[in-house]
C-alpha cells in the first residue's frame, strides 16, 4: 500500500503538472508514464490512488507532501466567503476580495481551482483512454471499476468548474497536440455529461460499503448517487433527483445516527458532536450516516500533512491572543478566525454582543448544544491566577473586531498536545453523510411544488437532532436553506448551495451586511482566469459578465 500510494502521488504530479497555462496538455517528463503503469490492474490501483489524492489537494495549501495547488492560505474557505453565513471582512489577505466582491480575474483562487479542476479531468481522461486499451485485468469487473471511479471524479471537477465559472470547456479525452482554441462549451452542456458520468459511476462502483475489499474512503455507487442527485438539482431535474436521493436512503447501507458511538461514546456530548470528532468519521468507528470520506488521518503515509484542510483555523476564534489564554486541544488547537459566524443565525445568547438576536435554533436542537457551538469561554493559562477559570467575555469586539473570541462552530476543533500550534487539520473529512441527502431530497420535493413531502424529508433530520418538527406551511426554500446552515454549516460548500437554488443574490442582500449593497447577479460566477484566456490565442474566450472584457 506505501508503493502504492508513494507511485501514485508521483504519477498524479506527473498528469497533473504544468496546468497553469496549459491546463490540458500532457508532457511527460519521466519514467513514471502511463505507457508503462496502466499495464495491469495494479497499475490502475496506482492510478486510481492518484485520483483520490489529487482530489483531497483541494483542501490542500503550501504544498506539502506534493500535493501542491493553491499556495496560499485556506482555499476552501473562497467558497464560504461572500455569502450568508459568515464575515470574512479584515480576514486572511488571500479571502479578502472574495468576501469584499472585489475579484479580478488574475486572483490566485480564481487560477488554482481552475487548474485544480482540469488537473483532476484530465487524470481522470488518461484513465480512461487506458482502461480502453489494457486487457491485463485481473477480474473482468475491474475494468469497469476503474472507469466508474475516473467518470466519477471528472464529474466531480466539472462540478466545481460550471458552479464557479458557468460555461467551460468540456474535454472527454488525452489531447496529445498543443490547443490554443479552447471554447466555452454551454453550462447545460456539461451538466448533461456530468449526469451521464454519475450514471455510470452507479451502475459500476461497489455496492456493499462493508466489503472486505473496499478500504475506508473508496467510492460505492451510493457516493455516485448522492453527487447524482445534486447535480439533477443543479440540472433541474427534480423527479431524477428525488429518485437518486431516495436510491441512497433506501439502500439499507446507511442510517441517521441516533445513539452515541466511537472514541468518546461514554464521555460528555451528543451523537452530533460524535460523528466530527477524531477518527469517528469512517464506517469502522460505528459512523453509519457518512457516504464518503476523505481521508487526512494523523501520522499514515497518504493521510494528511499541515498543509491540509484549515477550516479549522478559518472557524476558531483567535484566542489564544487574549492575556489568560494559551493554545489548547480542548479549544481546537489554534485558530485564526478568518470566518466569524455571523449574528442572524448564530444568535446572541450568553454574549455580552449588542442586540438581542435569538438565532435560528429551537431549545432542544442538540446542533445548538455546548457541544456543538463553544458559546462560554474560560481563562485556561494556569500561570494567570487572576483570570485562571473565570468566564472570558464575548463582546462586539471580540466577535467582530479583534475576532478572539465568539461562538464557535466546534465540529472543525482539532488540537494535538504534541503540536498544539499545528495549521493542518489531520481529522478524516465526511464530503457526503446522508443527513445532506435529506436534504437534497427535501430540494427535489420543493422543486416539484410538494412542501408536504419536503417537509417530511427535513424533518427526518430535525428528530435526530431534537428540534421539532417544520410543518409543510413553513417548509419553503428559505426554510431549507436555514436547515442546511443548522446541519451542515461549515462542511456544504455554502456559494454552491446558493447558486444551485437561485438564492445566492437574495440572501446576501439579506444577510451579508458589509456587502448587500454592492453584490449583483453577476458575483454568482467568478471570473474566467486571465492567464487562461492570455494562451487561448487563436478562438475567443469571452469573461463572464461584470470582469471586463
Known sequence: MKNIIKASIALTILFSSGGCKKFLEEDLKTALAPTN???????????????YALTRSEYNTYGEGGAYIHNGAAPYEALQAATDIADVINSDASLMAFANLTLTPSERFVGTYW??????????????????????????TDK?????????????????????????????????????????????????????????????LPTNPDASTLKEGKLT??????????????????????????????????????????????????????????????????????????????????????????????????????????????????????????????????????????????????????????RDWYYNNAGDAALYGKKAAITEQTWFTTKTLFPAI???????????????????????????????LAEAYLGQNNPSKAADAVNEVRRRAG????????????????????ELVGEESRRFTLVRTKKYVERVKAYNTAIKDKVNENHALWPIPQAIRDSNRDAPFPQNPGYGN
Open 37 to 51: 503503469t496502466y499495464t495491469s490492474t495494479y497499475g490502475f490501483e496506482v492510478g486510481s490512488t492518484g485520483l
Open 115 to 140: 487548474n485544480w479542476a482540469y488537473s483532476l479531468i484530465s487524470s481522470a481522461n488518461l484513465m480512461l483512454v487506458y482502461a480502453d486499451k489494457n486487457t491485463n485485468w485481473d477480474l473482468p
Open 144 to 204: 469497469a471499476r476503474f472507469q466508474a471511479e475516473a467518470r466519477f471524479f471528472r464529474a466531480y471537477a466539472y462540478r466545481t468548474l460550471v458552479y464557479l465559472y458557468g460555461d467551460v470547456p468540456y474535454v472527454e479525452t488525452i489531447l496529445y497536440d498543443f490547443k490554443l482554441n479552447f471554447e466555452r462549451t454551454p453550462k447545460a452542456e456539461v451538466i448533461a455529461h456530468m449526469v451521464d458520468d454519475l450514471k455510470f459511476a452507479v451502475d459500476h
Open 221 to 374: 455507487k451510493w457516493a455516485a448517487s448522492h453527487l447524482l442527485s445534486e447535480i439533477y438539482l443543479l440540472q433541474g431535474n427534480y423527479p431524477e433527483a428525488e429518485k437518486a436521493a431516495l436510491a441512497v436512503i433506501n439502500s439499507g447501507y446507511y442510517n441517521l445516527m441516533k445513539t452515541r458511538f466511537g472514541v468518546n461514546k461514554d464521555k460528555p456530548g451528543d451523537v452530533f458532536s460524535d460523528m466530527f470528532l477524531e477518527n469517528n468519521q469512517n464506517r469502522k468507528s460505528g459512523n453509519k450516516e457518512s457516504i464518503w470520506v476523505l481521508q487526512f488521518q494523523f501520522n499514515v503515509i497518504g493521510g494528511g500533512t499541515n498543509s491540509d484542510d484549515w477550516t479549522r483555523r478559518a472557524w476558531i476564534p483567535n484566542y489564544s491572543s487574549i492575556s489568560g489564554f494559551v493554545l489548547a486541544d480542548t479549544l481546537g488547537g489554534r485558530g485564526i478566525a478568518q470566518l466569524v459566524p455571523m449574528k442572524w443565525w448564530m444568535g446572541t445568547n450568553r454574549t455580552n454582543a449588542t442586540g438581542n438576536v435569538a438565532g435560528i435554533f429551537n431549545t432542544n436542537d442538540i446542533r445548538n448544544s455546548n457541544y456543538n457551538i463553544k
Open 410 to 440: 466546534t465540529k472543525f476543533f482539532y488540537g494535538r498536545t504534541e503540536n498544539l500550534s499545528l495549521t493542518g487539520s489531520y481529522k478524516d473529512r465526511m464530503k457526503f453523510r446522508l443527513a445532506e441527502t435529506y436534504l437534497l
Open 467 to 486: 428540534a421539532g418538527d417544520v410543518a409543510a406551511a413553513q417548509m419553503n426554500m428559505d426554510y431549507l436553506l436555514d436547515e442546511r446552515i443548522r
